[in-house]
């Protein structure tokens, strides 16, 4: 794959906020967003908004931090380095959607690519959202968001849509996109029987279509946290939404295909590949 381009040593690179939770086991959240920015060579800041206990067998409880000190740590960073693309993941709560949305607003960030991952639980079924908080998902942070990148189980949660085919998936980014994002990506990931797993990305006008050939690996934790990470890396360097989402397709593929078993339970994907020479 081509990868993004890479800035000389000793030159600022660019700089890329994830808003997101700690998983103790270093497979998703900050940590995978983390470990996607610094392999494609952008400068990692984080605003942490939740610390999960858990490991490869599932999430046992989350401490969410306080709401000003997380909109602390977005004003922190972006009044001093600056910021050319953020995403979100775990957010927990309600009031934290709502900080990081006023905050997102109080910043005059509008126009800086802003990539929403609507995490609501964990591979294993473990909630990482309470469920009071998709209405504040859908009301204030959406109409802010460049891209929103929902699975397939995200989507009935969100629009009330069960996908089953193209027809659906169609429906259901139309049905996202009326919420308010610029762009909406329904992830097919989760698409049962299908040997491949096809991506629409819809923009209020036309369909784009990525697909990739579905890697079987029980070893997929972290998945959504890399597409949507590595899609705000190329944001950052000034690409298009559909080459961004293209370039986060093969990245994720990639990973997928590098990830690793850990612990007893499920492994992550690994943007470790990247090392390989
Ligand atoms: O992969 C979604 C995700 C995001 N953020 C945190 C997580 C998980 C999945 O477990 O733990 C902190």
């Not at 995978?32 to 984080?46: I, K």
């Not at 591979?123 to 859908?138: E, K, V, W, Y």
Request: hydrophobic share 45%; proline share 6%; net charge negative.
């Amino acid at each position: 794959m081509n990868f993004l381009p890479l800035t000389p040593p000793g030159q600022t690179p660019p700089r890329v906020l994830t808003i997101a939770g700690s998983d103790s086991g270093g497979g998703a959240g900050i940590q995978a967003d983390m470990r996607t920015f610094a392999l494609l060579g952008v400068h990692s800041m984080v605003a942490i908004t939740a610390v999960t206990v858990q490991n490869s067998l599932g999430v046992k409880g989350f401490h969410e931090i306080p709401t000003d000190v997380i909109a602390g740590q977005i004003e922190a960073v972006v009044t001093d380095i600056g910021v050319q693309a953020a995403k979100t993941g775990m957010l927990a709560s309600s009031e934290i959607i709502e900080t990081v949305a006023g905050t997102w607003r109080d910043l005059g960030l509008a126009g800086t690519p802003f990539v929403v991952d609507p995490v609501c639980a964990s591979m294993h079924g473990d909630p990482l959202l309470h469920s009071s908080a998709l209405g504040t998902l859908r009301t204030e942070l959406f109409p802010l968001a460049s891209l929103v990148t929902p699975n397939l189980d995200e989507v009935r949660l969100l629009v009330g849509i069960e996908v089953v085919d193209e027809q659906t998936q169609r429906h259901a980014a139309k049905a996202l996109h009326a919420l308010g994002p610029q762009w909406a990506l329904v992830k097919g990931g989760h698409l049962r029987g299908s040997a491949h797993s096809p991506d629409l990305l819809y923009d209020g006008t036309e369909f784009y279509e990525f697909d990739a050939p579905r890697v079987d690996t029980g070893h997929d934790h972290g998945a959504g946290d890399t597409l949507a990470a590595a899609t705000a890396c190329a944001l950052a360097h000034g690409y298009s939404m559909p080459e961004a989402v293209a370039f986060g397709k093969a990245w994720v593929t990639e990973c997928l295909r590098a990830a690793y078993p850990l612990g007893a339970g499920h492994g992550p994907v690994s943007a470790l590949f990247r090392l390989q020479a």
